[in-house]
C-alpha cells in the first residue's frame, strides 16, 4: 500500500458524559484477512484510547481541583473552629481570672486591710486615714497575677516569722522595710514594737528614724554588738515566760486569743529583726534564739531574719560554732529572687515583689505614727464595769476592804486595806499633774462606797485643793445626791 493511498476513517466515538458507563467502540468486522480492515481498527483503537486518555485527565485534572477545593474548605473551617474555640477558652479563662481575682481581692481585704496589703503608689498612703487603724495579722509582699495585680499576702504575727533569703542582700533588706512600714503603719499605737540586730551596721532600719527618734519605746535604736543582743534576748525570754503564766491563768492558748478576747492592747507584739543572719551570733545567743522561736508563735512574738548562708563565717571565729538552721527550720521560708519571690506559704504561685516606697513617704508616715502614739493613751473601762451586781452591794466586812480599781486584761486589779495577816492599812498615790491622781482616788472612794454599808464604812474626806474633789461627796444645802458613808 503506497502512502497516496489512504484508508476509510470513521470519526470517533463519542465520549461518554459524565457519570455515564463506558460502551465498548468497535469497527465492523471487515474480515480478519484484509490487512487494511486490521489498520483501520488499530487505528481506531489508537484514537479511541486518545480520546479515553484525554477525558480521563480532564475528568481527573477536575475531581483533584474538586478535591483539593474541599480539602482547602475543610481546613478553613477547621481553622476558624479552632481561632473560635481558641477564643471562647480565651475567654473564659479571663473571665475565671477576673472572677477569682474578684474573690481573692475580698479575701485579702479580709485577711489584710487597709494598709496592710495597699498598693505601694496608692495615693491613700499620703492619708491619715487608716494609719493606726487595725494590727495586720497577714501583710502583703507583691502581687500573684501581673494582669489582676491581685495583692500576695502572708501571715507574720501569730507565727514564728520568716527566714528571708535572696540572691542579693540589698533586695531583701529592701523587703523587710517594706513590710516593717505596712506592719508600723496599719498597728494600733503601742500594738508593735519592733527591737533590731544590725551587727554589719547597714543602718536598714533608718527608714523607720522618725519612730526611733520620737518613739523608741516602740522602735528602739538598733543593737550591733554581741553583748547588746545578749541583752535584748534576755528581755524577750523573761517576756515570753512571763506571758506563758499570763495566759495559762484564764486558759487562754494563745497570745492572739488573750489580745482578741479582752480588746485591749496591754502588751505589744514583739517583732525581732536579724540583719546578716548568722553574722554576730554566738553560741550563747543561738541558744537563745532557738528556745524564743520555738515558742514565739503563741506568745506574740515573731522573727525576721535575714539569712546570709556565707555572713560571718570567715570575719567571725564564733559564728563557726552556730548551726543556722537551728533558727532558720522553725521558720517560714521567703526567697527573693531578681523581681520574684518565692513563699513556702504559696507554693508554686509566681509572686512579683513590690518595689520600694518612696524615701519621702517613710519620713511622712513614720512622723504621723509617731504623733498617734504620743496621743495614745492606756486602755479605758468604764467605772460601772469594776462594780458587783446591785444584790451584792452592801457586804458585811469580814476580814479585809477590796475594791476593784481596774482591770489588767480581763482580771481584776484589786486594791486590799487589812489590819493584819499582813498588814495592809495604807495606800500612796503620787503621779505627776494630770497623770489621774483624783480619779484614781475618787474611784477608790465610790467602789468602797457601794460594796460596804455607812454603818460598817465611815469616810473622812481631806481636801486640800479648797474642796474642788471632794465637796460633792457630802451633804449639802439643796444636794440630791451624796456618799452617805462621807
Same mark, same amino acid.
Given at each position: 500500500?503506497?502512502?497516496?493511498?489512504?484508508?476509510?476513517?470513521?470519526?470517533?466515538?463519542?465520549?461518554?458524559?459524565?457519570?455515564? &458507563?463506558?460502551?465498548?467502540?468497535?469497527?465492523?468486522?471487515?474480515?480478519?484477512?484484509?490487512?487494511?480492515?486490521?489498520?483501520?481498527?488499530?487505528?481506531?483503537?489508537?484514537?479511541?484510547?486518545?480520546?479515553?486518555?484525554?477525558?480521563?485527565?480532564?475528568?481527573?485534572?477536575?475531581?483533584?481541583?474538586?478535591?483539593?477545593?474541599?480539602?482547602?474548605?475543610?481546613?478553613?473551617?477547621?481553622?476558624?473552629?479552632?481561632?473560635?474555640?481558641?477564643?471562647?477558652?480565651?475567654?473564659?479563662?479571663?473571665?475565671?481570672?477576673?472572677?477569682?481575682?474578684?474573690?481573692? #481581692?475580698?479575701?485579702?481585704?479580709?485577711?489584710?486591710?487597709?494598709?496592710?496589703?495597699?498598693? =505601694?503608689?496608692?495615693?491613700?498612703?499620703?492619708?491619715?486615714?487608716?494609719?493606726?487603724?487595725?494590727? =495586720?495579722?497577714?501583710?502583703?509582699?507583691?502581687?500573684?497575677?501581673?494582669?489582676?495585680?491581685? &495583692?500576695? *499576702?502572708?501571715?507574720?504575727? +501569730?507565727?514564728? #516569722?520568716?527566714?528571708?533569703?535572696?540572691?542579693?542582700?540589698?533586695?531583701?533588706?529592701?523587703?523587710?522595710?517594706?513590710?516593717?512600714? /505596712?506592719?508600723?503603719?496599719?498597728?494600733?499605737?503601742?500594738?508593735?514594737?519592733?527591737?533590731?540586730?544590725?551587727?554589719?551596721?547597714?543602718?536598714?532600719?533608718?527608714?523607720?528614724?522618725?519612730?526611733?527618734?520620737?518613739?523608741?519605746?516602740?522602735? =528602739?535604736?538598733?543593737?550591733?554588738?554581741?553583748?547588746?543582743?545578749?541583752?535584748?534576748?534576755?528581755?524577750?525570754?523573761?517576756?515570753?515566760?512571763?506571758?506563758?503564766?499570763?495566759?495559762?491563768?484564764?486558759?487562754?492558748?494563745?497570745?492572739?486569743?488573750?489580745?482578741?478576747?479582752?480588746?485591749?492592747?496591754?502588751? &505589744?507584739? /514583739?517583732?525581732?529583726?536579724?540583719?546578716?543572719?548568722?553574722?554576730?551570733?554566738?553560741?550563747?545567743?543561738?541558744?537563745?534564739? *532557738? %528556745?524564743?522561736?520555738?515558742?514565739?508563735?503563741?506568745?506574740?512574738?515573731?522573727?525576721?531574719?535575714?539569712?546570709?548562708?556565707?555572713? +560571718?563565717?570567715?570575719?567571725?571565729?564564733?559564728?563557726?560554732?552556730?548551726?543556722?538552721?537551728?533558727?532558720?527550720?522553725? $521558720?517560714?521560708?521567703?526567697?527573693?529572687?531578681?523581681?520574684?519571690?518565692?513563699?513556702?506559704?504559696?507554693?508554686?504561685?509566681?509572686?512579683? #515583689?513590690?518595689?520600694?516606697?518612696?524615701? +519621702?513617704?517613710?519620713?511622712?508616715?513614720?512622723?504621723?505614727?509617731?504623733?498617734?502614739?504620743? %496621743?495614745?493613751?492606756?486602755?479605758?473601762?468604764?467605772?460601772?464595769?469594776?462594780? =458587783?451586781?446591785?444584790?451584792?452591794?452592801?457586804?458585811?466586812?469580814?476580814?479585809?476592804?477590796?475594791?476593784?480599781?481596774?482591770?489588767?486584761?480581763?482580771?481584776?486589779?484589786?486594791?486590799?486595806?487589812?489590819?493584819?495577816? &499582813?498588814?495592809?492599812?495604807?495606800?500612796?498615790?503620787?503621779?505627776?499633774?494630770?497623770?489621774?491622781?483624783?480619779? $484614781?482616788?475618787?474611784?477608790?472612794?465610790?467602789?468602797?462606797?457601794?460594796?460596804?454599808?455607812?454603818?460598817?464604812?465611815?469616810?473622812?474626806?481631806?481636801?486640800?485643793?479648797? +474642796?474642788?474633789?471632794?465637796?460633792?461627796?457630802?451633804? #449639802?444645802?439643796?444636794?440630791?445626791?451624796?456618799?452617805?458613808?462621807?
Amino acid at each position: 500500500m503506497t502512502s497516496s493511498e489512504s484508508v476509510p476513517r470513521r470519526s470517533p466515538a463519542p465520549s461518554p458524559g459524565p457519570g455515564e &458507563p463506558l460502551t465498548e467502540w468497535r469497527l465492523p468486522d471487515t474480515g480478519e484477512s484484509d490487512p487494511r480492515a486490521w489498520e483501520a481498527r488499530i487505528r481506531g483503537l489508537v484514537a479511541a484510547a486518545y480520546d479515553f486518555a484525554t477525558d480521563a485527565r480532564r475528568v481527573g485534572i477536575s475531581e483533584h481541583g474538586r478535591a483539593e477545593e474541599e480539602r482547602r474548605t475543610a481546613h478553613a473551617r477547621a481553622a476558624h473552629s479552632s481561632a473560635d474555640a481558641r477564643q471562647k477558652v480565651e475567654h473564659a479563662v479571663a473571665d475565671a481570672v477576673d472572677a477569682a481575682a474578684s474573690v481573692a #481581692g475580698d479575701r485579702v481585704e479580709d485577711l489584710a486591710p487597709g494598709l496592710a496589703s495597699l498598693d =505601694p503608689a496608692a495615693a491613700a498612703w499620703e492619708s491619715r486615714e487608716f494609719l493606726g487603724a487595725y494590727t =495586720p495579722l497577714y501583710l502583703r509582699i507583691g502581687t500573684v497575677d501581673a494582669r489582676t495585680a491581685v &495583692p500576695a *499576702v502572708v501571715p507574720l504575727l +501569730g507565727t514564728a #516569722g520568716w527566714c528571708v533569703q535572696a540572691d542579693d542582700a540589698a533586695a531583701a533588706r529592701q523587703l523587710l522595710q517594706n513590710v516593717l512600714l /505596712r506592719l508600723m503603719a496599719g498597728a494600733e499605737p503601742l500594738a508593735v514594737r519592733v527591737d533590731a540586730y544590725d551587727p554589719r551596721l547597714t543602718g536598714a532600719l533608718g527608714v523607720l528614724g522618725d519612730l526611733t527618734a520620737k518613739a523608741p519605746r516602740v522602735v =528602739p535604736p538598733a543593737s550591733h554588738s554581741t553583748d547588746d543582743l545578749h541583752a535584748m534576748l534576755a528581755e524577750l525570754v523573761e517576756t515570753a515566760s512571763r506571758r506563758s503564766a499570763k495566759l495559762t491563768q484564764p486558759g487562754h492558748r494563745t497570745f492572739e486569743e488573750m489580745v482578741d478576747q479582752s480588746g485591749q492592747v496591754g502588751e &505589744p507584739y /514583739r517583732v525581732v529583726v536579724l540583719l546578716d543572719y548568722p553574722a554576730g551570733v554566738d553560741a550563747r545567743a543561738q541558744q537563745d534564739l *532557738v %528556745r524564743l522561736a520555738g515558742a514565739a508563735a503563741s506568745r506574740g512574738i515573731c522573727f525576721l531574719v535575714h539569712h546570709d548562708p556565707g555572713a +560571718g563565717v570567715h570575719d567571725d571565729p564564733g559564728v563557726r560554732d552556730v548551726d543556722p538552721s537551728g533558727l532558720t527550720t522553725l $521558720l517560714e521560708d521567703v526567697v527573693v529572687r531578681r523581681d520574684r519571690v518565692e513563699v513556702s506559704w504559696l507554693p508554686g504561685v509566681p509572686v512579683r #515583689g513590690d518595689p520600694p516606697f518612696d524615701p +519621702g513617704l517613710y519620713a511622712t508616715v513614720c512622723g504621723e505614727i509617731a504623733d498617734l502614739i504620743d %496621743r495614745a493613751a492606756l486602755p479605758t473601762l468604764d467605772f460601772a464595769d469594776t462594780l =458587783p451586781d446591785r444584790d451584792d452591794w452592801w457586804q458585811p466586812i469580814r476580814e479585809e476592804l477590796s475594791t476593784v480599781i481596774g482591770m489588767d486584761n480581763r482580771t481584776p486589779a484589786t486594791l486590799r486595806l487589812r489590819s493584819g495577816n &499582813p498588814s495592809l492599812p495604807h495606800v500612796l498615790i503620787g503621779g505627776a499633774v494630770g497623770q489621774g491622781k483624783s480619779n $484614781l482616788l475618787l474611784v477608790l472612794i465610790h467602789g468602797l462606797a457601794a460594796r460596804y454599808s455607812p454603818d460598817d464604812l465611815e469616810m473622812y474626806l481631806l481636801d486640800f485643793k479648797q +474642796g474642788l474633789e471632794f465637796s460633792v461627796l457630802g451633804p #449639802g444645802a439643796g444636794r440630791e445626791h451624796w456618799l452617805p458613808h462621807a
